[in-house]
Every structure is written in structure tokens, then in C-alpha cells.
């Protein structure tokens, strides 16, 4: 080699090579860790820094760089509540019945069967056990896993955070969920995760949590004329009664108040899943943003489960570790350390987006005739027959067909309207972390959810509901109040704080920039949802870009993506708006997609 070359001093082979760099002013303890190989030669301190590459195989390698978050993090807040509230009687049992009356010449298998409830002897009914635990991990090993999707348990789970529901909980589709409202409930000043952190990181954490709180209170107030105003324009009647509809205009105020609360703040649901889906929580729980809330949930549901049901200790795998499956989120991806890569992607993004909040990115061209051949095939029909238009209608026009006019959602269920699973489209979208966590509830509208933190830049990063936008002193509150959360979230990376601890204080307001994707079913369902004028503002505006745009590209199938009302027009339905008393106070079903406009 060069004769400039360094010194360098060889670990033994098998042990990992490693750098360490205490902490300094204004700068965290960092740690750079090199693969262990035998050709790694790691370079000595020169001077008063460290150098960071490493020689290995006779070329420069980067290094893997450990960071704070890999150390486990504790919480000061109390456990979550998580309560088993209903389970199948015999859910082991049943798993294995129902793998065993697939092979039975004899009919259904039964749970007692498979327990050896009616064998007297001991020894035999053990051996009946054996038998089945040995089906069970024989199965579960080889892949076949429906069995284990029959038995559902509920929970109830209390203190645990929004952040952990978005990124994990309801990051997926199997599941179901009723959580507490914070459009219709008002939060309460001690209902947040708080990570145990050093105390100088802690004052500036619990800091960053009452100012929040504090803008929230504000804000609740200050909106309330605001939200009167915009509510009583459009029901100019209701005004000559202010008092009677004083609790309306709070929870509008309170619903824009809401976007200042930190996503660390907590929830209660009940939670449903199968026994699948619990066994898969406990092996991936270690992925999520926040691993060490979420594993502590999963582990408390896993073991409300187990004492209910042990046999499910045969099959139980250990959580997958975190560096093993990329991205190593709390490995070598440095998602933290480079806010300007962040603040490139979200101009990009931004850019790609527009003026949009949803913009299509993917479609078929000829999804249309893909339907309209598939509704001729449902059919037996030729082209002759039925045109492309007329195939298109019946399977998509509520009018022709009228169960897409049910609220209760038939359409699956219908082999006419499952000719519209075949036309496929995918946006770039671009909602509040608030609003996100609705609209991913729609789980056949399924999106790659970011890291969140992989987005966090040196600047407020956030969306403006309508009714802060419009009044400059809640949007002074506002400003200043997203000001402060980043200048704390700063002064906690600085200071060395695990990143699942920081992401506890972004903003419901934060956006959340990802890719969604849905047939045309999916959509047509969302849409019939999110197009209410009493829908999410953020998720209303995002449907209305997406119905206009599917319509440029699909001109027939386009036309019929419509709020609930406007289909129960068609339908012949009466009254026209299923809501009630929550009636948005606007002839929707007269206007076109086109022309809709709301302020609340």
C-alpha cells in the first residue's frame, strides 16, 4: 500500500469492530460499528477525530452506524391497560378440528374430539393431546395457517399511544377497531406516553407536551366565533338558537384544536384479531416506529392469551430482532441524522404532488373494457349483446344496479359488482398524521406508510385544517405552537434521545406522505364514505382529487364515484341523506363532484 497509509491494528476475527465517540456540546455519544471480517482493518484515532471507513476485502467500506434508539427504551408514563374481553371457548382445539375435517372421511371434526374430552383413560387422552399439538406445529411450520385465522379474541386496551395505533395496530387489515374520538372527546392534560428519559431530555420533553396542551386549550376556544361563523353560513336558521347547537360548534373547534396534540397521546379501543394475526403481532412487534410501546402491548395481549389458551405456547415464535429485517430501523439506516435528505425528498415529493392532496400516478388504460368484458362474462353475454357503456352501467351505475345502494356492503357478495375488482388505480397522497389515521382504517385501500421519522427535517412540516387557515390569530397560535414542538424535538436529537422517544412528540398536524392503491370496489366504497361533507376534511378533499382524476382517465366508471347521498339518488332512495340530524345542511346529491366546496 501507499507509504502514506495509517497504522492500523487488527481485531480478532470474530469480534466486532468498534468505534465510540463520547458526547460533546450540543452533540450526542455516537458509536460506529464495522462488520467483523477477517480482512477489517479499522483505523486508529488521528488527531482529535475519528476517521469513519474502514478497510475491508483491500477496498473502503461505509460503516454501520449504531444510534441512541438501539438502546431499549422505558417508560415513566403508566403500563398500558390491556384486558382479554372475549375469546373463542376452545380456540387451540378448534384450529386443529378444522385441519383434521379437511382430511375426514367421518364429517366435521369436533373441538372435543380433538381435546379427548370423551376418552376415560388418562393415558390415551394424553396421548390424544400429543396428537394434537404435533398436528398443530406440524401445520403451523408447513405454512398452512387458516386454521389459526377462525378464533378471534377482543381486547381492550387503554393508554396506548396514537403514534403506536397508526404505525403498527392499524398498519395492516386484519383487524378491527372502535377507539375514542378525539374530534368528539376532549383530551385530558395526563393522557400521554412519556419515555423515561435523563432529566434535563425529560424537562424538555414534559416542556414540549404543556405548551401543546396549552395551544390545544387556546385554540378550543379561540375557534369556537370562528367555527359559529362558517356553521351558522350554512345554516343560517340554526342561528336564531345559538345555545342549541353550542356543542356542535364545539366539537368543530375542538376537531381543528386537536391537529396541535402530540401523537403520543393516548387512546382506547377495543381490538379484535385472530389468533393469526396475534401470532404474526409477536414476531414482527419489533419493526414498528415505536418498538418498545408496541412490544410491551403485544407481549401483554400475547400473555392475556396464553392464560386463557397455553397450547398456543407450542406454536408462539420470539419476535424477529429489529437489525434482521431491513430496514434496520434501529440499525444502520441513520434515518435521523440527515435532515436535509429528508427535506429533499419532501420537495420532490411535493413537487410531484402539486396543488393536490391525492394525485393518480397508476391506472390501466383500458380498465374500462377490462370491466365491461367481465361483466359480459358474469353474464354469458356477447358484445353484441351488451355494449361497453352498457356493461360498464349495470355493474357501476347505482341506478342499474342497487345494492351498491345498501349500507350494508353487499358488494363482494355480488357477482356483478365484483367485475369491478379489475380496474386498479394508485395515488401519491399527502395527509396529516391526524387524518391518516382515519383514512387508513379503510383497509382495502391499502398504503406503504412511511418511516415516519425518515421525513423529519429542521422545519415545521405540517397541514392546516380550513378553520385555522382562515383566522390569522388561531393561525399565529398554531405557527408558534409547531415552532416549539420542532425546537424541543431539535434540542432532544441533540441531546442523544432514542428517536421512537422523539417521535412521540410530532404533531397530529405532521404530514404523512406515502403511495395508496385500490380497485375500483375498494374505492368506490371509500368514496361513498369520504365524500360526505361530514367526512375528515383532510380524507374529503383527498377522495374529491381522486374522484376527478379517476374520471379524466375512466370517463364512465369515474362518474359514479359519489358520496352517500348522491347514490341513494339514484337508487330512488328517500330520505336522500342516511345521516339524520347530522345532515351537512347542503344538496350534495344535486352538484357535480366538480363543484363541491365545504369550509366544515
Same mark, same amino acid.
Given at each position: 500500500?501507499?507509504?502514506?497509509?495509517?497504522?492500523?491494528?487488527?481485531?480478532?476475527?470474530?469480534?466486532?469492530?468498534?468505534?465510540?465517540?463520547?458526547?460533546?456540546?450540543?452533540?450526542?455519544?455516537?458509536?460506529?460499528?464495522?462488520?467483523?471480517?477477517?480482512?477489517?482493518?479499522?483505523?486508529?484515532?488521528?488527531?482529535?477525530?475519528?476517521?469513519?471507513?474502514?478497510?475491508?476485502?483491500?477496498?473502503?467500506?461505509?460503516?454501520?452506524?449504531?444510534?441512541?434508539?438501539?438502546?431499549?427504551?422505558?417508560?415513566?408514563?403508566?403500563?398500558?391497560?390491556?384486558?382479554?374481553?372475549?375469546?373463542?371457548?376452545?380456540?387451540?382445539?378448534?384450529?386443529?378440528?378444522?385441519?383434521?375435517?379437511?382430511?375426514?372421511?367421518? @364429517?366435521?371434526?369436533?373441538?372435543?374430539?380433538?381435546?379427548?374430552?370423551?376418552?376415560?383413560?388418562?393415558?390415551?387422552?394424553?396421548?390424544?393431546?400429543?396428537?394434537?399439538?404435533?398436528?398443530?406445529?406440524?401445520?403451523?411450520?408447513?405454512?398452512?395457517?387458516?386454521?389459526?385465522?377462525?378464533?378471534?379474541?377482543?381486547?381492550?386496551?387503554?393508554?396506548?399511544?396514537?403514534?403506536?395505533?397508526?404505525?403498527?395496530?392499524?398498519?395492516?387489515?386484519?383487524?378491527?377497531?372502535?377507539?375514542?374520538?378525539?374530534?368528539?372527546?376532549?383530551?385530558?392534560?395526563?393522557?400521554?406516553?412519556?419515555?423515561? #428519559?435523563?432529566?434535563?431530555?425529560?424537562?424538555?420533553?414534559?416542556?414540549?407536551?404543556?405548551?401543546?396542551?396549552?395551544?390545544?386549550?387556546?385554540?378550543?376556544?379561540?375557534?369556537?366565533?370562528?367555527?359559529?361563523?362558517?356553521?351558522?353560513?350554512?345554516?343560517?336558521?340554526?342561528?336564531?338558537?345559538?345555545?342549541?347547537?353550542?356543542?356542535?360548534?364545539?366539537?368543530?373547534?375542538?376537531?381543528?384544536?386537536?391537529?396541535? #396534540?402530540?401523537?403520543?397521546?393516548?387512546?382506547? #379501543?377495543?381490538?379484535?384479531?385472530?389468533?393469526?394475526?396475534? #401470532?404474526?403481532?409477536?414476531?414482527?412487534?419489533?419493526?414498528?416506529?415505536?418498538?418498545?410501546?408496541?412490544?410491551?402491548?403485544?407481549?401483554?395481549?400475547?400473555?392475556?392469551?396464553?392464560?386463557?389458551?397455553?397450547?398456543?405456547?407450542?406454536?408462539?415464535?420470539?419476535?424477529?430482532?429489529?437489525?434482521?429485517?431491513?430496514?434496520?430501523?434501529?440499525?444502520?439506516?441513520?434515518?435521523?441524522?440527515?435532515?436535509?435528505?429528508?427535506?429533499?425528498?419532501?420537495?420532490?415529493?411535493?413537487?410531484?404532488?402539486?396543488?393536490?392532496?391525492?394525485?393518480?400516478?397508476?391506472?390501466?388504460?383500458?380498465?374500462?373494457?377490462?370491466?365491461?368484458?367481465?361483466?359480459?362474462?358474469?353474464?354469458?353475454?356477447?358484445?353484441?349483446?351488451?355494449?361497453?357503456?352498457?356493461?360498464?352501467?349495470?355493474?357501476?351505475?347505482?341506478?342499474?344496479? %342497487?345494492?351498491?345502494?345498501?349500507?350494508?356492503?353487499?358488494?363482494?357478495?355480488?357477482?356483478?359488482?365484483?367485475?369491478?375488482?379489475?380496474?386498479?388505480?394508485?395515488?401519491?397522497?399527502?395527509?396529516?398524521?391526524?387524518?391518516?389515521?382515519?383514512?387508513?382504517?379503510?383497509?382495502?385501500?391499502? @398504503?406503504?406508510?412511511?418511516?415516519?421519522?425518515?421525513?423529519?427535517?429542521?422545519?415545521?412540516?405540517?397541514?392546516?385544517?380550513?378553520?385555522?387557515?382562515?383566522? %390569522?390569530?388561531?393561525?399565529?397560535?398554531?405557527?408558534?405552537?409547531?415552532?416549539?414542538?420542532?425546537?424541543?424535538?431539535?434540542?432532544?436529537?441533540?441531546? @442523544?434521545?432514542?428517536?421512537?422517544?422523539?417521535?412521540?412528540?410530532?404533531?397530529?398536524?405532521?404530514?404523512?406522505?406515502?403511495?395508496?392503491?385500490?380497485?375500483?370496489?375498494?374505492?368506490?366504497?371509500?368514496?361513498?364514505?369520504?365524500?360526505?361533507?361530514?367526512?375528515?376534511?383532510?380524507?374529503?378533499?383527498?377522495?374529491?382529487?381522486?374522484?376527478?382524476?379517476?374520471?379524466?382517465?375512466?370517463?364512465?366508471?369515474?362518474?359514479?364515484?359519489?358520496?352517500?347521498?348522491?347514490?341513494?339518488?339514484?337508487?330512488?332512495?328517500?330520505?336522500?341523506?342516511?345521516?339524520?340530524?347530522?345532515?351537512?345542511?347542503?344538496?350534495?346529491?344535486?352538484?357535480?363532484?366538480?363543484?363541491?366546496?365545504?369550509?366544515?
Amino acid at each position: 500500500m501507499h507509504d502514506a497509509t495509517p497504522r492500523y491494528h487488527r481485531p480478532a476475527a470474530a469480534a466486532p469492530c468498534i468505534l465510540r465517540q463520547p458526547a460533546g456540546p450540543g452533540k450526542p455519544a455516537t458509536e460506529w460499528r464495522f462488520r467483523a471480517v477477517d480482512d477489517c482493518r479499522l483505523p486508529t484515532r488521528r488527531g482529535s477525530r475519528y476517521t469513519q471507513t474502514c478497510w475491508r476485502r483491500g477496498r473502503w467500506a461505509a460503516p454501520m452506524r449504531k444510534r441512541a434508539e438501539e438502546i431499549p427504551v422505558r417508560f415513566a408514563s403508566p403500563e398500558p391497560q390491556v384486558r382479554l374481553v372475549s375469546a373463542f371457548a376452545r380456540p387451540f382445539d378448534g384450529a386443529v378440528a378444522a385441519a383434521r375435517t379437511c382430511y375426514s372421511a367421518r @364429517g366435521i371434526v369436533t373441538a372435543e374430539q380433538v381435546g379427548g374430552d370423551e376418552i376415560d383413560d388418562p393415558d390415551k387422552r394424553r396421548q390424544a393431546l400429543e396428537r394434537r399439538d404435533a398436528l398443530a406445529v406440524d401445520i403451523y411450520r408447513a405454512g398452512h395457517h387458516t386454521v389459526f385465522q377462525h378464533a378471534h379474541f377482543s381486547f381492550a386496551i387503554d393508554r396506548v399511544s396514537r403514534h403506536a395505533l397508526w404505525a403498527f395496530f392499524h398498519a395492516h387489515p386484519f383487524y378491527n377497531s372502535e377507539q375514542v374520538s378525539q374530534r368528539y372527546v376532549r383530551v385530558r392534560s395526563d393522557s400521554f406516553v412519556i419515555p423515561d #428519559l435523563p432529566p434535563e431530555q425529560k424537562s424538555i420533553y414534559i416542556a414540549a407536551l404543556e405548551d401543546a396542551q396549552q395551544a390545544y386549550r387556546t385554540l378550543r376556544e379561540q375557534l369556537q366565533p370562528v367555527a359559529a361563523a362558517a356553521f351558522f353560513a350554512v345554516f343560517p336558521a340554526r342561528a336564531r338558537q345559538p345555545q342549541a347547537w353550542k356543542k356542535e360548534i364545539e366539537r368543530r373547534a375542538q376537531e381543528a384544536a386537536r391537529y396541535v #396534540l402530540p401523537v403520543a397521546t393516548w387512546a382506547r #379501543l377495543y381490538h379484535t384479531i385472530s389468533a393469526l394475526t396475534l #401470532l404474526r403481532y409477536r414476531r414482527i412487534a419489533g419493526q414498528s416506529d415505536v418498538p418498545a410501546e408496541v412490544g410491551r402491548i403485544v407481549e401483554s395481549m400475547v400473555a392475556a392469551v396464553l392464560r386463557w389458551e397455553p397450547a398456543y405456547q407450542k406454536i408462539l415464535q420470539p419476535p424477529i430482532e429489529a437489525a434482521a429485517v431491513p430496514p434496520r430501523i434501529f440499525g444502520d439506516a441513520d434515518l435521523l441524522g440527515e435532515p436535509r435528505r429528508a427535506d429533499a425528498f419532501r420537495r420532490d415529493f411535493d413537487a410531484d404532488l402539486g396543488d393536490r392532496a391525492s394525485r393518480l400516478v397508476g391506472y390501466a388504460a383500458d380498465a374500462e373494457g377490462v370491466v365491461a368484458r367481465a361483466v359480459r362474462e358474469v353474464l354469458g353475454c356477447s358484445h353484441g349483446d351488451l355494449s361497453d357503456q352498457q356493461a360498464l352501467q349495470l355493474a357501476a351505475d347505482p341506478a342499474r344496479n %342497487p345494492v351498491l345502494g345498501e349500507t350494508l356492503n353487499l358488494t363482494t357478495l355480488s357477482p356483478l359488482s365484483r367485475c369491478l375488482h379489475h380496474a386498479h388505480y394508485t395515488f401519491r397522497k399527502r395527509l396529516s398524521h391526524s387524518a391518516d389515521s382515519q383514512d387508513q382504517r379503510h383497509r382495502m385501500t391499502p @398504503g406503504s406508510r412511511p418511516i415516519l421519522l425518515a421525513h423529519l427535517g429542521n422545519e415545521p412540516d405540517v397541514a392546516y385544517p380550513s378553520l385555522i387557515a382562515d383566522d %390569522p390569530t388561531a393561525r399565529a397560535v398554531f405557527d408558534q405552537a409547531m415552532a416549539r414542538t420542532w425546537e424541543a424535538i431539535t434540542r432532544l436529537r441533540r441531546a @442523544g434521545t432514542p428517536a421512537q422517544a422523539l417521535a412521540y412528540l410530532l404533531p397530529n398536524a405532521v404530514n404523512v406522505r406515502f403511495t395508496e392503491s385500490a380497485d375500483y370496489l375498494a374505492l368506490r366504497h371509500k368514496h361513498a364514505m369520504r365524500l360526505c361533507y361530514n367526512a375528515q376534511e383532510e380524507i374529503w378533499r383527498a377522495s374529491r382529487d381522486e374522484a376527478l382524476q379517476v374520471r379524466e382517465v375512466h370517463p364512465t366508471l369515474g362518474r359514479f364515484l359519489l358520496p352517500p347521498c348522491s347514490i341513494r339518488d339514484r337508487c330512488h332512495q328517500r330520505p336522500v341523506c342516511p345521516e339524520g340530524k347530522r345532515y351537512c345542511g347542503v344538496r350534495v346529491w344535486t352538484q357535480d363532484v366538480a363543484a363541491y366546496s365545504r369550509r366544515i
